[in-house]
């Protein structure tokens, strides 16, 4: 079927399903009208206001706001409540008009071939009020009325009901900010989940850590400080055993004092505590592979947790470009504006960065989004990248 045969026959089907709307707005407002006691219920409300909205939006083929969790089921009772005054008055007028178009087309198609069967004194009146008393008049004003008020219906009924739906949407809907708290709770519930994770990961590899490696080496240390003690007391002592015991028992704890700097430093780097975060990237700059330049600008006090997620992006991001970006160059710039502080990590390397081949940008990110942070990787293949870091800092 051509294009041209199609689309009034559409347009007929959506003049119907558009009438059958606004028929049902009128007797859901004559309902509510009714029932407005009941309706005043806060949950009923909303369940009401929810069917409304599902029925508008189906209408408009608007699909529902993603992450919106409090349009659903019913959304907020005071837009519930609200809708209830504003659907028995736009519900009731929309939906009469369409009642009188086509209950006065319904009137013509029967009384156009069935005028004689009525009693004279009570025959069908057609096209304001004029009373039908023979088939010229039928014939006439029958047709006539149907093409008028079909013509009608098929040019006001779905401006009508697109009109009631886009009402109900506003109303009920929730608002854009609405959405965005919504969003960014399930953002926050989801990070949550991951930073809770992460975190018993830490402390299981603190733990093992500690256990494997200083617990071990102190065991170590003490099993020799006791035989050499017990050499002291044997009178007949060897001294070069006595020597060795306590070269290694000292080699052992300079070790073990080392393996626990490093596991410290994990949890929060003493280098920030000593020399402040202009010190700690300082040092991180220094210490990279690539020749690296650092440029801070004021950033005045920050908070300690987003100090410690700052250095361990950087520090984590510029050993990737050490480790695999080939490349020849980088920088650092750390700035603060408008109570959020950035940093931006670029590099003129090959590019093609990757936090699902695991980088350690996965732990960046799940380190920047446990403070309510964002994360932008831009890594083009051929480069150059750039890894960008924003933290909020005005608490």
């Known amino acids: 079927m051509s294009e041209s045969r199609a689309s009034p026959r559409r347009r007929w089907v959506r003049t119907w399903r558009t009438g059958v709307y606004l028929l049902g707005s009128l007797l859901s407002g004559v309902a509510t009208v009714t029932a407005l006691p009941l309706l005043g219920v806060p949950r009923l409300a909303r369940l009401w206001a929810g069917w409304h909205r599902d029925r508008a939006e189906k209408l408009l083929g608007t699909p529902p ?39 006065n087309i319904v009137v013509a198609v029967i009384a156009t071939p069935l005028w004689w069967a009525f009693d004279p004194r009570s025959r069908p009146r057609l096209v304001v009020d004029v009373p039908v008393p023979d088939w010229t008049t039928a014939l006439t004003l029958g047709p006539a009325q149907i093409l008028v008020l079909g013509a009608v219906a098929y040019l006001a009924f779905p401006p009508m009901a697109r009109a009631h739906a886009r009402i109900c949407l506003a109303v009920v809907s929730p608002l854009p900010t609405d959405e965005q708290l919504a969003a960014r709770v399930a953002v926050l519930t989801r990070t949550r989940a991951d930073v809770l994770d992460a975190h018993g990961a830490e402390l299981r590899r603190i733990e093992r ?15 020799r400080l006791a035989v050499a003690r017990q050499a002291f007391a044997d009178r007949t002592r060897d001294d070069q055993l006595v020597e060795d015991l306590l070269r290694d028992a000292h080699e052992g704890t300079e070790e073990a004092m080392t393996e626990l700097r490093e596991v410290i430093r994990t949890v929060y780097p003493p280098i920030l505590a000593d020399r402040g975060l202009d010190g700690a990237l300082t040092a991180v700059t220094s210490r990279c592979g690539v020749p690296t330049r650092l440029d801070i600008g004021d950033l005045g006090r920050v908070p300690a947790a987003a100090e410690a997620t700052v250095y361990f992006a950087v520090a984590e991001a510029l050993t990737n470009v050490a480790k695999h970006s080939q490349a020849t160059s980088a920088s650092v710039r750390v700035g603060r504006a408008a109570g959020r502080l950035s940093v931006v990590i670029t590099d003129d390397g090959t590019g093609g960065a990757d936090e699902r081949r695991g980088t350690g940008l996965a732990g960046i990110r799940r380190r920047v989004l446990a403070l309510d942070g964002v994360v932008d990787v831009d890594s083009p293949a051929g480069g150059p990248t750039a890894v960008t870091v924003e933290l909020p800092c005005g608490w």
């Open 209 to 223: 850590d500690l256990h494997d490696g200083t617990q071990a080496r102190l065991v170590a240390i003490a099993m």
């Open 65 to 103: 706001p993603a992450g919106s969790a409090t349009g659903r089921p019913g959304g907020r009772t005071s837009r519930a409540l609200l809708w209830l005054p504003v659907h028995a008055l736009t519900g009731l007028t929309l939906g009469l008009a369409a009642l009188l178009c086509v209950g």
